[in-house]
């Protein structure tokens, strides 16, 4: 075998260790972005009496681009209410969130220009 003949071999062997040496720094970075245990999870914060419920989680979604800004700078400050009600928080939250971002209202208007 010549010294071409070498490289050739060896460059599908490469390009194999090169897609597992990706695929697990992929699955690492994933895995390292997983969600903990929250240890605040259904205790109330001082002065709430019951969960958060549909309509402050709406209130929620749609201040969430100002909240989430105020949250990088400061740890009294959460996007996200734990104490919640559940489901219902939780479909206020993600219907504010399309409120604010336009959702099907503003591709609706963006189709008829």
Do not use: K
């Amino acid at each position: 075998m010549t010294g071409m003949d070498t490289r050739r071999a060896r460059r599908p062997r490469t390009r194999v260790l090169a897609a597992v040496g990706i695929a697990a720094a992929t699955v690492l970075l994933l895995a390292a972005c997983a969600a903990g245990v929250n240890p605040e999870v259904g205790q109330a914060p001082p002065g709430a009496e019951e969960p958060a419920g549909f309509w402050l989680g709406l209130w929620h979604g749609i201040i969430l681009p100002i909240t989430w800004i105020v949250s990088l700078f400061t740890r009294t400050v959460s996007p996200y209410e734990v104490f919640n009600s559940g489901n219902w928080y939780d479909v206020g939250f993600v219907l504010g969130i399309t409120i604010v971002f336009g959702g099907p209202f503003g591709a609706g208007r963006a189709r008829r220009r």
